[in-house]
């Protein structure tokens, strides 16, 4: 079962956020000041440089787990019948964790004897 992201794709989006957030906090001409004048406000751009980074971090990270795209549904976790099958597209579903909203993709099945509808894994 494929991941659907590769290591190197997933590296770049990661470092392209933490670029950005870099620049924002320490830009790189000279000629832009720095915020903040107290180790509090130095202690909040860290932290607000950290949670986007982290969460993108955990969204690539979950792109590149193995069973992150299945090719077939599997048995329904409901009945136990093995007349399913892969509904069309991926769903994207918000997770909440500590460093803010984890958006991450999901497959979904149904199955033909109960209608019941789950999210497919490898067995």
Same mark, same amino acid.
């Given at each position: 079962?494929? #991941?659907?992201?590769?290591?190197? #794709? /997933? ?36 932290? %607000? ?18 069973? /992150?795209?299945?090719?077939?549904? %599997?048995?329904?976790?409901?009945? %136990? ?18 460093? %803010? ?11 033909? #004897? ?8 490898? #067995?």
């Amino acid at each position: 079962m494929p #991941a659907t992201r590769t290591r190197e #794709a /997933a590296r770049e989006r990661v470092r392209q956020v933490f670029e950005s957030a870099l620049d924002r906090v320490i830009p790189l001409d000279p000629g832009k000041p720095l915020r903040g004048s107290i180790f509090a406000d130095f202690e909040n751009q860290a932290y %607000g440089v950290g949670n986007p980074v982290v969460t993108t971090l955990m969204e690539e990270r979950a792109k590149l787990e193995l069973n /992150a795209s299945v090719c077939g549904a %599997g048995r329904c976790p409901h009945c %136990g019948a093995e007349r399913t099958y892969l509904e069309q597209g991926r769903q994207s579903m918000e997770v909440r964790s500590p460093s %803010g909203a984890v958006v991450i993709e999901k497959q979904n099945a149904r199955c033909r #004897a109960c209608d019941g509808s789950f999210s497919p894994s490898n #067995a």
